[in-house]
């Protein structure tokens, strides 16, 4: 089975979270979603960064989901949520990438 990389279960956490809340008009069950996707995302991180990696990147991915109300009041909403995932996107991409990469540079 493929595996699907970090980054996306974040970003899509944080994309798929205000969705649901957004559709639903259930704010809390859009919170089941981002946090059930920020768990997977965090196992994730620890997996294939470590512990260190994987607060930090759990921190930016709460941080992301408060920044982007604020963001929000000034881009409007969905341009706000897309904002924060591609950053929580891409700085996992760069800190698992860079893990991966010191592993096999070890070799």
């Known amino acids: 089975m493929a595996k699907v990389p970090a980054a996306a279960v974040a970003a899509s956490g944080l994309i798929g979270g205000y969705a649901v809340a957004r559709w639903t008009k259930k704010r809390p069950l859009g919170g089941v979603a981002l946090a059930a996707a920020g768990t997977v995302a965090a196992y994730e991180w620890n997996q294939q960064a470590g512990p260190r990696a994987a607060v930090g990147l759990t921190t930016a991915y709460v941080a992301a989901f408060a920044g982007s109300h604020p963001l929000a009041k000034k881009i409007g909403a969905w341009p706000a949520v897309f904002a924060v995932a591609g950053s929580v996107a891409a700085a996992s991409w760069a800190v698992t ?11």
């Not at 860079?98 to 070799?107: G, I, K, L, N, V």
Request: charge should be positive; glycine fraction near 0%; proline fraction near 0%.
């Open 97 to 107: 990438r860079r893990a991966a990469c010191a592993c096999t540079d070890r070799r």
